[in-house]
């Protein structure tokens, strides 16, 4: 699967499921999708990073507030958001 498989299944998935994405991160980097059993720690799985919780997701394209969006961007400001910790300016545009 790859991310973009991933955010365009992201309405299937349980809140508690974890994106893992081998780096550099891009819309055809590799994702695995996986619940985090609190067993093993949440930084890496199988040589991909820890991206976001599916919950996050959601919560981070709630910034579009219904507004159209496409896929590509939706990826996009996942990306920026899993590496910065912060919202691009462009997304309030």
């Known amino acids: ?5 991933a955010v365009a299944r992201l309405e299937e998935l349980d809140g ?3 994106f893992y994405v081998r780096r ?3 819309a055809d980097a590799d994702c695995v999708v996986a619940r985090y059993d609190g067993a093993t720690g949440a930084s890496s799985h199988d040589g991909m990073d820890y991206f976001l919780e599916a ?3 959601r919560e981070v394209l709630a ?3 219904g507004r159209a969006t496409t896929l590509e961007e939706r990826i996009r400001l996942l990306i920026f958001y899993a ?3 912060a919202f691009p300016d462009w997304v309030y545009e």
């Open 1 to 5: 699967m790859t991310l973009h498989d």
């Open 63 to 65: 910034v579009f507030d």
């Open 55 to 57: 919950s996050t997701a």
């Open 16 to 18: 508690e499921d974890m």
């Open 24 to 26: 550099p991160w891009t």
């Open 83 to 85: 590496e910065n910790d």
